[in-house]
């Protein structure tokens, strides 16, 4: 069966600083691969999707995210956090047809000053 | 691209009654998608509609919940008998229709069960 891991539940990260959350999923054949922002009281919204071709996978809001098939990884990264970016990030993977996404438990993201 | 709306925004229901929640999609968007998000956890997927065809309904949680998608437009999630384990965030998503299309979420009904 295929699932999503998100090791960490909360990150602190100082505005300015560099981000990686990390994002472990479970499946046999090649994914379907996201990671979606939830901000208090907003619908979740996609940051970026991998299906196939380049593996380092440029989203929204200046983040990225790199695919590795080796190590079973779909980690997200953002060179340098704004306080806006303080939200909860879930990552998710897709079965064949893409109808049921599996989600992680997500992680949440607190900005320090 | 008014975006998904879900309605209530929230509701506040005593244990045993029954309660109804509405979904418009982005209105060239043919399939429709239902999930529930417990505090502190990822959406869990209950079922989707490719118009109004019910295509996966197996994951819906008990038979107290069903859906409806009757004209292929809005959609409705019903829970009969509520339980107070039924609080959580309702999400409602749409989607084109194709394999590889994107998913875009509502703001979700928040269901309190007292």
């Known amino acids: 069966a295929q699932s999503v891991t998100q090791p960490d539940i909360h990150i602190t990260v100082s505005e300015g600083a560099s981000l990686e959350l990390r994002c472990n999923y479970s499946?046999?054949?090649?994914?379907?691969l996201f990671w979606y922002v939830q901000s208090p009281g907003q619908g979740l919204q996609l940051l970026l999707k991998?299906?196939?071709?380049d593996t380092l996978v440029q989203g929204i809001k200046g983040f990225e995210a790199e695919f590795k098939r080796s190590q079973s990884s779909f980690n997200l990264r953002k060179p340098s956090v704004h306080w806006s970016d303080a939200a909860e990030y879930f990552c998710?993977?897709?079965?064949?047809?893409?109808?049921?996404?599996?989600w992680g438990a997500g992680t949440k993201l607190i900005i320090k000053p | 691209d008014t975006g998904v709306s879900q309605d209530p925004r929230h509701k506040i229901t005593k244990r045993g009654q029954n309660v109804t929640f509405r979904c418009d999609p982005i209105?060239?968007?043919?399939?429709l998608y239902w999930y529930r998000q417990t505090l502190g956890q990822g959406p869990e997927f209950l079922t989707y509609?490719?118009?109004?065809?019910?295509?996966?309904k197996s994951r819906l949680l008990s038979d107290r919940f069903s859906a409806e998608r009757p004209k292929g437009s809005f959609s409705t999630l019903e829970i009969q008998r509520t339980e107070q384990g039924d609080s959580a965030m309702y999400l409602c998503?749409?989607?084109?229709?194709?394999?590889?299309?994107?998913?875009?979420f509502g703001p979700g009904t928040r269901l309190t069960v007292l």
């Open positions: 991998y299906f196939s071709g």
């Open positions: 998710a993977v897709a079965t064949d047809s893409n109808y049921q996404l599996i």
């Open positions: 499946y046999g054949a090649t994914p379907y």
């Open positions: 209105s060239e968007h043919n399939r």
């Open positions: 998503a749409s989607s084109r229709g194709t394999n590889t299309d994107t998913q875009y």
């Open positions: 509609f490719q118009n109004e065809a019910q295509l996966e």
